[in-house]
């Protein structure tokens, strides 16, 4: 049995197959056993290649989703910081729930205040969400 050894560590081993014309050989036997040689290297490149390719997949998987991970977790560092700065001094303002109708007035129109600035910090040019 021969065995061919590649740069990247892969062999391959098949058969050997003495290719010089052997008295009374047959060249038709020849020919079909270097075939059939050939084609066991090929299905074996092949499930190689298969091997390495499934690997490759899972690595690119394993990556994108440690990016995704690491964005995520970006954002939920801007998200408690822009809560601390702005969310918590909200809160601490508005302690109230409004007793009366113009008191629920001013505490829903702080509220909307909240809001606007809020998506401003969603916006897509650079807010939580604007990667």
Known sequence: MRSLKFHSGVSLQGEGTNFENRPGGNPAADYSEG????????????????????????????????????????????????????????????????????????????HEHFENVAQVMDAPDGGFWGH
């Not at 499930?47 to 390719?53: F, G, V």
């Not at 998987?61 to 801007?78: C, G, N, P, S, T």
């Not at 601390?84 to 113009?102: A, C, D, M, P, Y």
């Open 35 to 110: 075939a059939s040689h050939v084609l066991a290297v090929i299905h074996q490149i092949l499930n190689h290649h298969r091997a390495l390719e499934q690997k490759w997949h899972a690595k690119k998987i394993k990556l994108h989703q440690r990016l995704a991970l690491r964005l995520f977790q970006e954002d939920v560092k801007q998200v408690l910081d822009w809560l601390s700065n702005h969310g918590e001094v909200f809160i601490r303002k508005n302690t109230g729930i409004g007793r009366n109708l113009q008191k629920a007035r001013v505490y829903q129109k702080s």
